[in-house]
């Protein structure tokens, strides 16, 4: 009967708990290398299995501290709490969000009486790090930055077993580590796949946290198929006045294939992502759906928008407002053109600030050029950007650097 060929995972992983607990053996393809680096430095840290977990808030202030400093994040989690409710419907699930650091600042009200964990721990200040309740999804990728999955067994402590959560990052727009969303299920495993909801909506809350905490950049919405512009799977990047990024979501960077937290990514501009200059896209900013090519050459469809202190400056449908009049629309619809309400400031006034851009990026070049006495590596190497960068801004702004030779 103790054949691993007839025993259920969940008893295989029993097993493995004990076995390693016990006696030392490596529970090795039985659980994963996360769950495993988890319980190793657990027992590290001389937390016992069998002792029971207090979940107790963390202090009034410092509750009030994190709800205070991830505002924008909480905002951006209560717009999407209604249609992560409704998804859960009746399927005996709690979400919750916590800070970076494992403390929780949101959650669903709990879907059954007879719930008697997650009545406990999903209270707001609750602090799910790793270091205060063991192995879980929320604590795993607050310690990682990765999503998580924990079932059943694979929590360290035994008076949570009963418990299925999976968890996923949110960051923000310096790529990093900025809230975590879990969902959980106590007493039955899920039935349905929870990595993909809640990859779902961590992605969701985290394109609205990032628009939030847009302040003078130009927002670039895009994907390969035009109809997903208006979901959580959209591609999204900001750029400054320059047209230096400064950041993506997750999306973005997978699609063109960047690193996603800034301090590991190299100085990128408007020429090296796209086949455009910046001075052209920032035109393009309130104009609705266009196709565009990557420097990779392939096609792509996009919109973009001035953010300015977390609002889009002008006033057209987009997937990061809660209130935007066309959430309803379906899949595949088009919006005629006729539909976008009327920019809040007109086509002259942005032509100005593109140009006014435009000048601010021949000014800069004409500076490092003058002091670099023409000499174009050079420039490139002040300015932390390829030499054809350089060389493209120029022909693109008509500067020769055979001017600035003495």
Known sequence: MNSPFIMSQEDRVMLARRKYFEEGILPTGIVSDSIFQSWTRCHRANQR???KIEFQPVSASRSHLALQKNWKLHEAWQCELPSLWSALGSANCSAILTDASGVLIGATPASQHDQKIISIAHRVGVNLSEEHVGTTAPGIVARTGKQACVLGGEHYYDSVKSMYCTAAPIRNIHGQLAGILDISSEGSPFK???????GLYAASIENRLLAAQSNEHLVVYFQFVPTILDTPMVGMLGLDHTGKL???NSIASN????QHAQEHRPSLWVEDIFDINFSNLASLAGAGLKTLRLRSGLQIYMRCDFYLNGRAHLEI?????CDSEYGDIA??????TETI??????????IEKAASLKQADADLIQKVLRECKGNVSQVAKLLKVSRGLI?????????????FKT
Do not use: C
């Open 391 to 403: 060389y493209r801004r120029m022909t693109a702004l008509g500067i020769d650097p055979k001017d």
């Open 255 to 258: 699609l063109l294939g960047i």
């Open 317 to 321: 449908s987009s997937p990061m407002h």
């Open 192 to 198: 349905f796949d929870p990595s993909a909801v809640v």
């Open 246 to 248: 400064v950041w993506v």
């Open 49 to 51: 299995p069998q002792e």
């Open 331 to 336: 899949l595949g619809q088009t919006i005629p």
């Open 341 to 350: 309400a009327s920019p809040s400031i007109n086509a002259e006034a942005l």
